[in-house]
């Protein structure tokens, strides 16, 4: 089952990041508490979605998106991010949880949508390229973990047509998209 998250994740969610912290998945050097984990999700569904899958009880995966640059023009871009459980993983629950993460954010009003991904990451590359994800480019050398340099390769995917001269609606909170639209894109 795939829901938004609820206050009472952060430590479920925390587990499984942790699986990671020691690899190069993530630039991160030291695990977050709990509390800095939760202010995290707290800033994040303020305005964008953050998915949990569940099975039984046990949360297996997130998936989450923010604000991809600050400047004003950049308000139609976000950034998503996936962490899964290792035991999860290959099951077809990432592509799930990403894809019921990109329906929400085009109903949010978000047109472009990148994903960063340390190189090589032959799960996350191969997951972005299966939904339509293209690679715009690489940071070589771009960050410093477990003993080597390594690149960071960013993916794009357009969620909509883009017109110019036709001023688009400045995107929605999360919390502003229909509840009955959430309900069909959860489904």
């Known amino acids: 089952m795939i829901r938004f998250v609820s206050?009472?994740?952060?430590?479920?969610?925390?587990?499984?990041?942790?699986?990671?912290?020691?690899?190069?998945?993530?630039?991160?050097?030291?695990?977050?508490?709990?509390?800095?984990?939760?202010?995290?999700?707290?800033?994040?569904?303020?305005?964008?979605?953050?998915?949990?899958?569940?099975?039984?009880?046990?949360?297996?995966?997130y998936a989450y998106a923010h604000r991809h640059m600050e400047k004003a023009a950049y308000q139609w871009n976000a950034e998503t991010t996936i962490y899964l459980d290792r035991d999860a993983?290959?099951?077809?629950?990432?592509?799930?949880?990403y894809s019921v993460l990109l329906d929400l954010l085009k109903l949010q009003g978000v047109r472009n949508v990148y994903g960063c991904v340390t190189h090589p990451n032959e799960r996350s590359e191969r997951?972005?390229?299966?939904l339509g994800f293209q690679k715009t480019g690489t940071y070589h050398q771009a960050g410093y973990k477990c003993g080597r340099w390594?690149?960071?390769?960013?993916?794009?995917?357009?969620?909509?047509d883009h017109q110019d001269g036709?001023?688009?609606?400045?995107?929605?909170?999360?919390?502003?998209?229909?509840?009955a639209l959430l309900r069909m894109a959860m489904d």
């Open 7 to 61: 206050g009472s994740d952060a430590e479920s969610l925390l587990k499984i990041y942790a699986q990671y912290i020691d690899t190069p998945v993530t630039f991160d050097y030291s695990l977050p508490t709990v509390t800095q984990f939760q202010n995290n999700i707290n800033r994040i569904v303020s305005e964008y979605p953050y998915l949990v899958y569940e099975e039984e009880g046990i949360i297996l995966g």
């Open 150 to 160: 390594y690149d960071v390769v960013w993916y794009e995917l357009s969620l909509t």
């Open 89 to 97: 993983c290959s099951r077809g629950i990432g592509t799930r949880l």
């Open 127 to 130: 997951l972005h390229e299966a």
């Open 166 to 179: 036709e001023e688009p609606l400045e995107p929605c909170s999360i919390h502003d998209v229909a509840p």
